[in-house]
């Protein structure tokens, strides 16, 4: 077992996004737990909306293939997605469809996720907590060949539980943390 290699990714690029504040809590916990952990800034990623015609004319985007780089050399993947109709948020899409194009014949498929491992997380005023949402992306990811841990949590009214980008009530920071733990020893496991 050697300490994993892990990237967050958050499905939401706004300023004061509950789910970035949940990733934090779970970057710092995964760190804790001994994983590296490279965040991606979606500001430094500036992906246009996929299009097969723009690949096929210009091959894929420079902010696509450095976001590409880091995925490919990662064990897994920290993501926190909003909830966006039932659905994870097209942010989070667009960035995986860029990504799971292969750069040339000798290029493996879908080499930025598949044997890769990933916990879910997502947070949302609403009651169910984004629930709806990780059951979809669980779906995807699996479909991607990422072996998605069993275990995932939905924060409810995390308006509540979160102020200023950090996230202050105690029992949800503990179990982001715990849940992080479990899944930093199973992505050691299986890096």
């Not at 050697?2 to 004061?16: D, E, F, N, W, Y």
């Not at 039932?86 to 996720?113: H, M, Q, T, V």
Request: net charge negative.
């Amino acid at each position: 077992m050697h300490p994993p290699k892990l990237v967050a990714l958050c499905g939401s690029a706004r300023h004061s996004s509950l789910n970035q504040a949940v990733l934090d809590t779970a970057t710092a916990a995964a760190i804790e737990a001994g994983a590296s952990v490279t965040r991606v800034p979606w500001v430094d990623y500036p992906l246009p909306l996929f299009n097969q015609d723009l690949e096929s004319e210009e091959g894929l985007p420079d902010a696509v293939r450095k976001l590409k780089s880091i995925l490919r050399e990662a064990d897994g993947f920290l993501i926190a997605s909003p909830e966006h109709n039932s659905g994870y948020s097209a942010l989070l899409k667009n960035a995986i469809d860029w990504c799971s194009r292969a750069e040339g014949e000798d290029e493996a498929p879908l080499s930025a996720f598949a044997g890769k491992t990933a916990v879910l997380f997502a947070a949302s005023p609403g009651a169910l907590g984004g629930l709806r949402g990780l059951f979809a992306l669980r779906e995807l990811l699996q479909n991607l060949r990422i072996t998605v841990f069993a275990d995932q949590l939905a924060i409810r009214t995390a308006h509540e539980a979160i102020s200023e980008g950090v996230v202050t009530d105690i029992k949800w920071a503990s179990q982001i943390a715990k849940l992080t733990e479990r899944y930093v020893e199973f992505a050691s496991r299986l890096s």
